[in-house]
């Protein structure tokens, strides 16, 4: 005990008894024992909440590792949720840019219109090129 051999712990004794006597020996070494007593129970109730502080910061940690994890996933599935709301917007869009642009076809039709309003270039245009290819093919 206390790194003491079987002597030492005698010499101590035989101080104890010289020293305090027979009548206050016996409860000086309840004292004795109870202040080591509780000395190992304080030690025993650090060293476990010790340990419980550890396995807190472990928990805390590990905690983190998996919200980590749950964000990610969860931006996964929004990137993933964003992309097909994407393809069901360009296929919604695809029909209103077929309908601009026969918006377009008709504007420039009516331009055409307003610059001969019977149509008469575009028929002698279309006579005069119908007769050089005529020419070109008698050749």
Do not use: C, W
């Amino acid at each position: 005990m206390f790194g003491m051999g079987f002597s030492e712990i005698m010499i101590v004794a035989v101080i104890a008894v010289l020293f305090l006597g027979p009548e206050k020996l016996p409860s000086t070494m309840v004292q004795i024992a109870k202040f080591f007593k509780s000395f190992k129970s304080s030690v025993n109730d650090a060293k476990s909440s010790f340990e419980q502080e550890i396995r807190i910061h472990e928990l805390k940690e590990e905690t983190l590792a998996y919200k980590k994890k749950l964000n990610d996933v969860g931006d996964s599935i929004r990137k993933t949720v964003t992309f097909d709301e994407l393809e069901v917007i360009k296929k919604e869009t695809s029909s209103v840019t077929d309908t601009f642009k026969d918006v377009q076809n008709s504007i420039s039709k009516v331009k055409d219109m307003k610059k001969d309003p019977l149509g008469l270039k575009s028929s002698i245009t279309e006579k005069k090129t119908e007769d050089k290819t005529e020419d070109k093919a008698k050749s």
